[in-house]
């Protein structure tokens, strides 16, 4: 049984570029939320998604945009970089509505660096 | 969501005894207490949930008192292995969740030999 996947894992990009991510749930899963995390700090939300819509929005703007697939794939979007927006970008799976729903499985992340 | 403070950091040897104490002074009444563990470069991973008492499983313990106002990660025994960051999250589980789980800063704990 797969956990959850991302792609790519590491990824350099230059300021204003934009940058797409990846992530596949866990089998069995269908909600899929992302998350930022900066060196040396706790992840921070960005949004969540379930049934292909956006469920919950953290505090990011709308340079941060996401989309999630029917097989509950998901992608990160992430336009304009800046600086700023350098971190390990987490994706984690859920069921919905499931018991223990706030046990959610994270994915190795995604290490994005921008120059 | 309540908020939570907990140790910057934490030091133990190998073998011995490791309890993480955390404060959420504001924890509401449908609440749980959720602690996750993150290594170096990896996503954190659930360690344990609990909502009152003693909560035990394979890998530590969560004693919370009857007032729920803390909690205490305990981890028998540990080893090198465990060297990670622990986080302590408080919010709503299962119906009303919407799985926004608010991290802190987390306790690094260093296991040494």
């Known amino acids: 049984d797969a956990g959850v996947t991302q792609s790519p894992t590491h990824l350099i990009k230059t300021r204003g570029q934009q940058v797409t991510l990846r992530c596949s749930p866990k089998?069995?899963?269908?909600?899929v939320s992302w998350y930022q995390q900066a060196l040396g700090q706790g992840p921070q939300f960005i949004f969540q998604y379930y049934e292909e819509e956006e469920r919950q929005r953290g505090n990011f703007p709308d340079r941060f945009s996401g989309h999630q697939y029917p097989n509950y794939s998901s992608e990160l979007n992430v336009n304009a970089l800046l600086l700023g927006d350098s971190a390990l970008y987490l994706c984690?799976?859920?069921?919905?509505?499931?018991?223990?729903?706030?046990?959610?499985?994270f994915g190795p992340g995604t290490r994005l660096t921008v120059t | 969501l309540a908020k939570t403070t907990q140790p910057i950091s934490m030091d133990s040897y190998e073998g011995q005894e490791v309890n993480i104490t955390c404060s959420h002074n504001?924890?509401?009444?449908?609440?749980?207490i959720t602690w996750y563990q993150q290594f170096p470069s990896q996503g954190p991973r659930f360690i344990i949930q609990?909502?009152?008492t003693k909560v035990t499983n394979e890998v530590a313990s969560l004693f919370i008192p009857a007032d729920r106002k803390s909690s205490t990660l305990s981890l028998p025994r540990v080893s090198l292995s465990d060297t990670a960051v622990y986080y302590c999250l408080v919010g709503p589980s299962i119906s009303g969740n919407t799985g926004k789980l608010i991290f802190g800063q987390g306790t690094t704990l260093q296991v040494k030999p």
């Open positions: 504001n924890i509401a009444t449908n609440d749980y």
């Open positions: 089998s069995g899963h269908d909600t």
């Open positions: 609990g909502y009152k």
């Open positions: 984690a799976s859920s069921l919905a509505g499931g018991l223990g729903s706030y046990e959610q499985y």
